[in-house]
């Protein structure tokens, strides 16, 4: 009698290395967005409104019709834009941004001292955030209908309510010019020389220099903006995080977790917080992004040298290359945020990898 089985097939290569397959899908899926942000990037800047020979040239020159078909064809603005987006394109993969219109030095020198500058705020920012939205929003769960929950969520829906500008005025204006109690404007007072450049956060190089002293002034500089940012993502996180342990609570492994008698301190953050992890993941890195990317107005008011001031300063003098560069960080910083988020997914949550 032959036998009619089917032979074992042998396992795919995802099948036997799951989280690695799982991280190449990520990885390819962000290499083509990556080049999406480049081409919507460019064609955005490529057809703003404006004249950027006359912004560059200045109104003398640009009359001149000899010196604007110099510059015209040595930018190579007498192609066509997909010629144009393909120079562009080369240009980029060789490291080189462009060089912007208004200082004369090439755009990737100048986002990589701004760029570490919003990132310094910006993660000071969402650890303060993180921290206390996860301890609100896990009390006022966990004391739902009563006092304390109904204060935490008006506490966090002025949160996100007071306008972010007005609140950094208002906090300069006290704690600086009334009260004394807090640094002026930048991120180092005059008398301090900025450390050597290794990560590009003060505070960072500062400890790893062996400056003491310089680190608490970097950190005192960095206290008030920090404060404004976190007050609106404090009140987001405090809302979020509520809902999803709101969620968790009402499960049954949560109900016989405490029904074994285990105490409540420890069935929140084994249980509660564990199993609402990935709602709460998502939200710290959208609004993450949003701190690295929205910094304008909080930069603008403390003189704060990062992203924001060079995007507004690009913006204002019609600086092409530099707004270009400034949307190609912002795409990536998304990007790199989304990966890290897909990435977590995949290790906290071993279905995700499997899907």
């Known amino acids: 009698m032959t036998s009619t089985a089917t032979p074992l097939q042998p396992p795919r290569f995802w099948q036997r290395w799951p989280l690695l397959g799982y991280v190449l899908r990520r990885l390819g899926t962000s290499v083509l967005l990556m080049l999406g942000v480049t081409m919507v990037t ?3 800047t490529a057809l703003v409104p404006g004249d950027p020979i006359a912004a560059a040239l200045g109104e003398g020159a640009a009359s001149n019709p000899a010196t604007v078909a110099a510059y015209v064809e040595q930018h190579g ?6 010629e144009r987006y393909l120079i562009y394109l080369t240009n980029l993969l060789q490291g080189d941004l462009g060089t912007s219109i208004k200082t004369g030095r090439p755009v990737a020198t100048e986002l990589a001292t701004a760029v570490p500058a919003t990132i310094e705020i910006a993660l000071g920012a969402i650890i303060v955030s993180l921290a206390v939205g996860l301890t609100l929003g896990t009390i006022a769960a966990h004391h739902r209908g009563r006092a304390t929950d109904q204060v935490l969520r008006v506490v966090s829906l002025l949160g996100l309510s007071v306008p972010t500008f007005w609140l950094a ?3 300069y204006h006290t704690f600086f010019l009334r009260l004394g109690v807090a640094p002026g404007a930048g991120r180092l007072d005059p008398a301090f020389t900025p450390p050597p450049t290794v ?13 003491p002293v310089g680190f608490f002034d970097a950190l005192a500089h960095l206290a ?4 404004v940012l976190s007050l609106f993502t404090i009140g987001l996180l405090t809302r979020f995080i509520r809902a999803a342990v709101l969620e968790v609570l009402d499960t049954d492994y949560v109900r ?10 420890r069935v929140i953050v084994a249980y509660v917080l564990r199993g609402a992890s990935l709602p709460i993941l998502t939200v710290v890195g959208v609004a993450f992004g949003v701190l690295l990317s929205g910094t304008v107005l909080v930069e603008a008011v403390y003189a704060w040298p990062g992203l924001g001031t060079y ?13 270009m560069g400034v949307g190609l960080v912002v795409g990536v910083i998304y990007l790199v945020i989304n990966f890290a988020v897909d990435l977590l997914y995949g290790v906290l949550d071993p279905r995700v990898r499997l899907a």
Do not use: C, E, Q
């Open 256 to 265: 016989a977790a405490r029904a074994k008698g285990l105490p409540a301190r």
């Open 311 to 323: 995007a507004f300063n690009s913006a204002i003098n019609l600086d092409l290359p530099g707004v």
């Open 199 to 211: 990560t590009g956060l003060y505070t960072v190089d500062f400890i790893l220099g062996g400056d």
């Open 42 to 44: 460019f064609v955005l």
């Open 224 to 227: 008030l903006p920090v404060l």
């Open 77 to 82: 603005l007498d192609k066509s834009i997909p």
């Open 169 to 171: 005025i208002m906090a």
